[in-house]
């Protein structure tokens, strides 16, 4: 009996050696994993060291992969130890179905599994590819696709009197949105749709591949309809100010021509849509795809076989949390009702007139930080 205690004891000890051998045996290999979260409750996907207070979704992240036992605890300290990148860069609020980070990590037996058991039920990685050693997720993106959902409601012409869960969209301003929608694809100057950025400064030159409103259906007795924009890349707040202007157009606040305008080196008041409906569905990378994934040595960065994983995802964490939040707090009717405030008609003279006065101070009214929202 004294031998078996004993033989179990150094069986144990032998097992801890071993796992810590195979830490030390485990290479670093560069891979991207695939990520779906829903981001209520999170100021956006970036981590800020040092700002506990304000929680993001690489906080949980970096915590489950620290546990899991990928990466060493000073890795999570300073993430450009495994040479972490994420592809976008959602902003508080925002939900992800198809977002991407590139990292070394040990791969450890069931990896998924176990960096998942670490992490709460609305944050999920769905999958896992190798890639090569220099790849940099957000440098070899070259295209994002986001959805934005909404309540029809918001294109309710604001002379009807309309009541929010009996309101259905109608062909014709369904078509008439997706005339303007159309509006952005091609490069354009979108100065105007985000902080901080000069008409001259050449990064406000962005270009819009597609834009379009899909079919309407109904949830919880409320008809939503989900606006779905593919781009090279996105500025801070763009698309939900993309969005603003259109739904600005459809009601009636603004005419048709102060779209041409906002493209111009005018400053043109462009409101800004709720967070709340925002998801970054899916990140493209055609080009890394076209020259490695099919070299014999790596995976096309596609996912196809995880589609219906996001799908399940989307249905559980993304979509409700969207409906069920709209309904408790009314975001979209709230900003509605600010709509009136803003001023659509002011032209540059006008502008230039009335801040001379106040030393032009209207210029930054507004400004909220600079970043990117995808790049």
Not at 65 to 82: F, R
Not at 240 to 268: D, F, N, Q, T
Request: aromatic content about 8%; overall charge negative.
């Amino acid at each position: 009996e004294e031998n078996g205690h004993q033989n179990k004891r150094l069986k144990s000890d032998v097992d801890e050696e071993d796992a810590e051998d195979q830490n030390k045996k485990s290479p670093k290999r560069k891979i991207v994993l695939l990520m779906a979260y829903s981001g209520k409750g999170y100021h956006g996907m970036q981590r800020n060291v040092g700002s506990s207070q304000f929680k993001t979704i690489e906080d949980d992240l970096v915590s489950a992969l620290v546990q899991s036992g990928c990466i060493p605890e000073n890795h999570g300290e300073d993430m450009k130890k495994m040479s972490f990148q994420r592809c976008a860069r959602t902003d508080k609020g925002v939900s992800a179905a198809g977002q991407i980070v590139s990292l070394k990590v040990r791969l450890i037996d069931d990896i998924l599994e176990k960096i998942n058991n670490h992490l709460p039920s609305h944050i999920r990685i769905l999958g896992l590819k190798r890639v090569t050693g220099g790849f940099n997720s957000k440098n070899k993106c070259d295209a994002r696709t986001y959805s934005y959902m909404l309540p029809t409601f918001a294109f309710a012409h604001k002379d009807h009197d309309v009541q929010e869960e009996l309101y259905r969209l109608d062909r014709e301003t369904l078509e008439r949105v997706n005339k303007l929608l159309a509006c952005y694809k091609g490069t354009h100057n979108f100065h105007n749709f985000t902080s901080q950025k000069g008409p001259r400064d050449p990064s406000a030159k962005r270009y819009i591949m597609e834009m379009y409103c899909g079919e309407p259906f109904v949830r919880e007795n409320m008809e939503f309809a989900v606006i779905q924009v593919k781009g090279q890349s996105f500025m801070m707040h763009q698309i939900r100010k993309m969005i603003g202007l259109v739904i600005a157009i459809v009601k009636g606040y603004a005419a048709e021509s102060i779209m041409e305008r906002s493209w111009g080196e005018e400053k043109v008041d462009v409101p800004k849509a709720p967070g709340l409906g925002l998801v970054l569905e899916k990140v493209h990378f055609e080009k890394y795809n076209r020259r490695f994934g099919n070299d014999g040595l790596h995976e096309p960065l596609e996912w196809t076989e995880e589609e219906e994983k996001i799908a399940v995802f989307k249905e559980q964490y993304i979509y409700p949390t969207i409906i069920n939040t709209e309904r408790e707090e009314k975001s979209m009717a709230n900003w509605l009702n600010t709509l009136p405030i803003h001023d659509f008609n002011s032209s540059a003279v006008e502008m230039q007139t009335n801040n001379k006065n106040s030393k032009k101070s209207s210029d930054l009214e507004g400004s909220d930080g600079c970043g990117d929202d995808s790049d």
